[in-house]
C-alpha cells in the first residue's frame, strides 16, 4: 500500500524548508548571504580589522573588496563541501590542527590581557640589566659561511673546535661540501641574551654556529656600531618584554598544571621527548 501526501502536507513542508533556507536576508547585522549562509558585519569588521588600513584610504571601496572577496571564499568552501571534501581525513586533521592553535592564541590574548602594565622602576631596572636590548644595544658585522645541513652530523662536532672561518673552508673542502660566502649584520637586540653573551665571550676572530632547519650559518664578527636608543623608546620597549615573559610564565604555569591533572597514555615506541631542564 503506498503512502498517499495530501496537497496540505505538501505545502507545508515546502514552506518549512523555506523557512529555514529561504528566509535568511541581507539585513540589519547581516551583509550578504551566500546560498542560504550569512557573513555578518561582525565577520566583516573582523577582516578589516587584520588589514592596518592607514586614515586616508578609501574605507567603504576596500570593505566593498574584502566582502566579495569573502563572498568568493564563501562559494569556493561551499564547492568544496559539495565535493565531499569536508569529509576528507586530511581536512579533518588540519582542522583541529587550526582550531586548536587559534584556541591557543585566543587562551595567550587573554592571559597577556591580565598582565599588568610595569612601573618605572620594574622597567628602568630592566633595562640596567639587560644592556644589550638597550645602552649596549650594537650592529655587528659578520663574515658568514653558509652550507646545507649536512647529514653526517659529525660534520657540525668537527666545526666546533675550529679557531677562524678559514679552518671552517678546509673542512667543508676536504668533506666535498659546497658553501657560499657572504656579509650581514646582526642587531643585538634581535639575539637571545643568552645567547649574545656566549657569542660575545668568544676570542676575537673565533666563528660561531648556528644551524636553523635545513642551513648551516657559520659567523665571524668583524666590526661593530653602537646603536642608539632614545629613553622613551627603550621603557616602552622593555615594559613589552617585560610582559612577555610574565606572559611565557603563565603559559608554562598553565601547561604545567594542565599536565598534572590530565591522564596521557602514549602507544609503545610513541612516548613524548623528554622535558628540557
Same mark, same amino acid.
Given at each position: 500500500?503506498?503512502?498517499?501526501?495530501?496537497?496540505?502536507?505538501?505545502?507545508?513542508?515546502?514552506?518549512?524548508?523555506?523557512?529555514?533556507?529561504?528566509?535568511?536576508?541581507?539585513?540589519?547585522? +547581516? +551583509?550578504? +548571504?551566500?546560498?542560504?549562509?550569512?557573513?555578518?558585519? #561582525?565577520?566583516?569588521?573582523?577582516?578589516?580589522?587584520?588589514?592596518?588600513?592607514?586614515?586616508?584610504?578609501?574605507?567603504?571601496?576596500?570593505? *566593498?573588496? +574584502?566582502?566579495?572577496?569573502?563572498?568568493?571564499?564563501?562559494?569556493?568552501?561551499?564547492?568544496?563541501?559539495?565535493?565531499?571534501?569536508?569529509?576528507?581525513?586530511?581536512?579533518?586533521?588540519?582542522?583541529?590542527?587550526?582550531?586548536?592553535?587559534?584556541?591557543?592564541?585566543?587562551?595567550?590574548?587573554?592571559?597577556?590581557?591580565?598582565?599588568?602594565?610595569?612601573?618605572?622602576?620594574?622597567?628602568?631596572? =630592566?633595562?640596567?640589566?639587560?644592556?644589550?636590548?638597550? *645602552?649596549?644595544?650594537?650592529? =655587528?658585522?659578520?663574515?658568514?659561511?653558509?652550507?646545507?645541513?649536512?647529514?653526517?652530523?659529525?660534520?657540525?662536532?668537527?666545526?666546533?673546535g675550529t679557531k677562524?672561518?678559514? #679552518?671552517?673552508?678546509?673542512?667543508?673542502?676536504?668533506?666535498?661540501?659546497?658553501?657560499?660566502?657572504?656579509?650581514?649584520?646582526?642587531?643585538?637586540?634581535?639575539?637571545?641574551? &643568552?645567547?649574545?653573551?656566549?657569542?660575545?665571550?668568544?676570542?676575537?676572530?673565533?666563528?660561531?654556529?648556528?644551524?636553523?632547519?635545513?642551513?648551516?650559518?657559520? *659567523?665571524?664578527?668583524?666590526? *661593530?656600531?653602537?646603536?642608539?636608543?632614545?629613553?622613551?623608546e627603550a621603557r &616602552?620597549?622593555? &615594559?613589552?618584554?617585560?610582559?612577555?615573559?610574565?606572559?611565557?610564565?603563565?603559559?608554562?604555569?598553565?601547561?604545567?598544571?594542565?599536565?598534572?591533572?590530565?591522564?596521557?597514555? =602514549?602507544?609503545?615506541? =610513541?612516548?613524548? &621527548?623528554?622535558?628540557?631542564?
Amino acid at each position: 500500500m503506498g503512502h498517499f501526501w495530501s496537497k496540505g502536507v505538501v505545502a507545508l513542508l515546502l514552506a518549512s524548508a523555506c523557512v529555514s533556507g529561504c528566509s535568511k536576508q541581507a539585513t540589519g547585522q +547581516v +551583509v550578504a +548571504v551566500v546560498n542560504g549562509e550569512e557573513i555578518t558585519l #561582525q565577520e566583516l569588521n573582523a577582516e578589516l580589522s587584520q588589514l592596518n588600513l592607514p586614515a586616508n584610504v578609501d574605507k567603504k571601496a576596500v570593505q *566593498s573588496r +574584502v566582502l566579495q572577496q569573502m563572498v568568493d571564499r564563501r562559494l569556493l568552501a561551499q564547492a568544496a563541501k559539495e565535493a565531499g571534501l569536508d569529509r576528507d581525513a586530511e581536512y579533518l586533521i588540519q582542522q583541529r590542527r587550526m582550531n586548536e592553535q587559534l584556541l591557543v592564541s585566543m587562551y595567550g590574548k587573554k592571559a597577556f590581557d591580565t598582565v599588568r602594565v610595569p612601573d618605572t622602576a620594574t622597567v628602568d631596572k =630592566y633595562i640596567a640589566e639587560n644592556p644589550m636590548f638597550f *645602552s649596549g644595544r650594537t650592529k =655587528y658585522m659578520l663574515d658568514q659561511l653558509v652550507f646545507p645541513m649536512p647529514s653526517d652530523l659529525s660534520v657540525l662536532k668537527g666545526l666546533q673546535g675550529t679557531k677562524t672561518l678559514g #679552518q671552517v673552508q678546509d673542512q667543508l673542502k676536504s668533506r666535498n661540501i659546497a658553501f657560499d660566502m657572504k656579509k650581514a649584520e646582526m642587531d643585538s637586540a634581535q639575539v637571545p641574551s &643568552a645567547a649574545m653573551k656566549q657569542i660575545l665571550a668568544l676570542p676575537p676572530g673565533e666563528p660561531f654556529i648556528v644551524p636553523a632547519g635545513n642551513v648551516v650559518t657559520v *659567523s665571524v664578527i668583524t666590526g *661593530s656600531t653602537p646603536i642608539a636608543v632614545p629613553t622613551e623608546e627603550a621603557r &616602552a620597549a622593555a &615594559a613589552r618584554m617585560i610582559r612577555s615573559n610574565s606572559l611565557d610564565k603563565i603559559g608554562m604555569d598553565r601547561l604545567k598544571e594542565a599536565k598534572a591533572k590530565a591522564k596521557i597514555e =602514549y602507544q609503545p615506541g =610513541y612516548s613524548a &621527548a623528554p622535558e628540557k631542564k
